[in-house]
């Protein structure tokens, strides 16, 4: 069987683990032990966001690092994350990333159990010692998503629609609009979930009808949704997560990029080599690990340069964000 392995829903990863590579050849005792990776994910592995960079860089482990990857997706309740956790836990697995904050809890309560296993999740603290938790800095996305939006609306209307509202992304996203010009305005609704397309849509509608001609979504699932409402009705977006101009170029302004891919990578190699120190690490864009896509064309020079400069000044810490940062950072 190819060492390929592809990505599996949950229903079905217990038959495609009978079907896995043994890790041990009994003959030749001297082989090295396979570099053993898995990756588990809330959604689906194609939703051209957070869960699919994520997959990317496994499969970039798998190539450079030539190891040996699993995938999971749907693991969505916390029975699910204790049953895979502690299922690639016993089969040898080395690193084991849960691709969000929902793995906290299980992975900060399991982990001692399994000290031969690294655990790795995103954007909370880690407890024990074989766990990395790792932190992006929303607050930095919101403020330069909101600082090209603010510098672009002509309605002075813009359209937030975040999963939840009570993501890091939204107070200085506000404040960056406000501080473009006072006379504009944000109307901000939640999804109430990371994916439900329907949903975004039907406050997309409701946001173009109220005027808005920049529409801000910060999901996962349904971004593409929300900016094909915002070609559809000739107005603007912003991606989220990943760069999203491929939707529509007439119509993405830019996008704020966490380069999850690249993360991964780092992780596994910093992990193989010995060298993946503490157990909490932050990312910015100081470190190039979050970024601002490429700029429309339909962005003026000015704004480019404005955008720009100010980006310049907050990675070389001449100026700090305007706002109190609520996400948990680590050094």
């Given at each position: 069987m190819?060492?390929?392995?592809?990505c599996?829903?949950?229903l079905v990863?217990?038959v495609?683990?009978s079907?896995?590579?043994?890790?041990?050849n009994?003959v030749?005792p001297?082989?090295?032990?396979?570099?053993?990776v898995a990756?588990?994910v809330?959604?689906?592995?194609?939703?051209?966001?957070w869960d699919?960079?994520a997959y990317m860089g496994?499969?970039e482990?798998e190539r450079?690092?030539?190891a040996?990857?699993?995938?999971v997706?749907?693991?969505?309740?916390e029975?699910k994350q204790i049953?895979?956790?502690?299922s690639?836990?016993k089969?040898g697995y080395?690193l084991?990333f849960?691709n969000?904050?929902?793995?906290?809890?299980v992975?900060?309560?399991?982990?001692?159990a399994?000290?031969?296993?690294?655990?790795?999740f995103?954007?909370?603290?880690?407890l024990?010692?074989?766990v990395?938790?790792v932190?992006?800095?929303?607050e930095s996305?919101?403020?330069?998503?909101?600082?090209?939006?603010g510098l672009?609306?002509k309605?002075?209307?813009?359209?937030?629609?975040?999963?939840?509202s009570s993501?890091k992304?939204?107070?200085?996203?506000?404040?960056a609009?406000?501080?473009?010009?006072?006379?504009?305005s944000?109307m901000m609704?939640?999804?109430?979930?990371?994916s439900?397309?329907?949903?975004a849509?039907q406050?997309a509608?409701?946001m173009?009808d109220k005027g808005?001609?920049?529409l801000?979504p910060?999901?996962?699932?349904?971004n593409?949704?929300v900016?094909m409402e915002?070609h559809r009705?000739?107005r603007?977006?912003i991606?989220?997560?990943?760069?999203?101009?491929?939707v529509?170029?007439?119509?993405v302004l830019?996008?704020?990029?966490?380069?999850?891919?690249s993360v991964?990578l780092k992780i596994?190699r910093q992990?193989?080599?010995g060298?993946?120190?503490g157990?909490?690490?932050?990312l910015d864009f100081a470190d190039?690990?979050q970024d601002?896509?490429a700029?429309?064309?339909?962005?003026?020079e000015?704004?480019?340069?404005?955008?720009r400069?100010?980006?310049y000044e907050?990675?070389?810490g001449?100026?700090?964000l305007?706002?109190?940062y609520?996400?948990?950072?680590c050094?």
């Amino acid at each position: 069987m190819l060492r390929k392995l592809l990505c599996l829903p949950i229903l079905v990863l217990f038959v495609g683990c009978s079907l896995l590579p043994q890790a041990e050849n009994p003959v030749n005792p001297s082989v090295e032990k396979p570099f053993k990776v898995a990756l588990l994910v809330e959604g689906k592995i194609y939703d051209q966001g957070w869960d699919n960079q994520a997959y990317m860089g496994l499969k970039e482990i798998e190539r450079k690092m030539r190891a040996q990857i699993l995938c999971v997706q749907y693991v969505n309740t916390e029975e699910k994350q204790i049953a895979q956790a502690e299922s690639l836990a016993k089969q040898g697995y080395e690193l084991i990333f849960g691709n969000g904050r929902s793995f906290e809890a299980v992975f900060n309560r399991l982990a001692p159990a399994y000290p031969n296993t690294r655990f790795v999740f995103f954007n909370g603290k880690a407890l024990a010692l074989n766990v990395l938790a790792v932190n992006f800095t929303p607050e930095s996305m919101g403020y330069f998503s909101g600082m090209v939006a603010g510098l672009m609306t002509k309605t002075k209307k813009i359209g937030l629609i975040p999963a939840y509202s009570s993501m890091k992304e939204i107070e200085p996203f506000i404040a960056a609009v406000k501080q473009q010009n006072r006379e504009n305005s944000v109307m901000m609704e939640e999804v109430g979930s990371w994916s439900d397309g329907a949903k975004a849509i039907q406050i997309a509608r409701r946001m173009i009808d109220k005027g808005a001609d920049i529409l801000v979504p910060m999901g996962d699932g349904f971004n593409i949704d929300v900016i094909m409402e915002a070609h559809r009705a000739k107005r603007f977006a912003i991606g989220y997560i990943s760069d999203q101009s491929f939707v529509s170029k007439e119509t993405v302004l830019t996008s704020t990029v966490q380069n999850v891919t690249s993360v991964y990578l780092k992780i596994a190699r910093q992990h193989k080599s010995g060298q993946l120190l503490g157990n909490c690490l932050t990312l910015d864009f100081a470190d190039g690990s979050q970024d601002l896509a490429a700029f429309g064309a339909m962005v003026p020079e000015a704004v480019r340069k404005k955008v720009r400069q100010k980006l310049y000044e907050y990675k070389t810490g001449v100026w700090n964000l305007p706002v109190q940062y609520h996400s948990l950072r680590c050094r």
